[in-house]
């Protein structure tokens, strides 16, 4: 069978999106609401990434037969690299901070021992192109998200400030019908409002 093409994607721009436990998951490629907040510039050559972790046990029988393996314990991770230092941000690594942002790259405050029971919705957003022509892919956690792993932050003289942030996405209770637990909802297509 050929390949297609159209399933390969390189994008050009990027954004993570946090929201409130409520905050309303958009439909396919509407405008995501005020409900939402952006992370910022992003670190392109880091991308995201995503790692699925599974406990597995092989089972032998005498004489070393391998007779089965279980599998359980599933847990979904996806990481990104921040390149600034803002409001979002610092609600996601240190959560519940005293640190007041004036908009213009200015901040003061206290920080504190960050909450690390901290819940949220996360999107990570793709797209390339404009207009018409624009293509996004979104990836929406429908349960909550939480920090797993607070990352080095860099400063130096060379390169740009960052901060490397790993969170793992929850899923929903298990449907009664159909037995299953979602993780995300996922949309690949055309901005609605070619925004």
Do not use: C
């Amino acid at each position: 069978m050929a390949g297609n093409p159209n399933n390969a994607s390189v994008w050009a721009y990027a954004d993570v999106l946090i929201g409130g436990l409520d905050a309303e998951i958009p439909s396919d490629g509407d405008d995501f609401g005020p409900d939402w907040d952006y992370v910022g510039l992003l670190n392109g050559d880091d991308g995201f990434s995503e790692t699925m972790d599974v406990d597995s046990s092989d089972h032998f029988a005498w004489g070393g037969i391998l007779v089965a393996t279980t599998r359980s314990n599933f847990k979904l991770t996806r990481s990104f690299t921040a390149f600034e230092d803002n409001e979002t941000v610092y609600d996601l690594v240190y959560a519940g901070h005293d640190v007041s942002f004036a908009g213009d790259g200015t901040y003061s405050g206290d920080v504190h021992v960050p909450d690390l029971q901290a819940r949220f919705k996360i999107a990570f957003v793709t797209r390339s192109g404009t207009g018409a022509d624009a293509q996004v892919k979104r990836v929406i956690s429908k349960n909550y998200a939480q920090v797993e792993e607070r990352g080095d932050a860099q400063e130096s003289e060379t390169e740009i400030s960052s901060r490397a942030i790993t969170v793992a996405i929850y899923p929903t209770e298990e449907d009664p019908d159909t037995g299953k637990s979602t993780l995300f909802s996922v949309y690949k297509g055309p901005l609605t409002n070619g925004s």
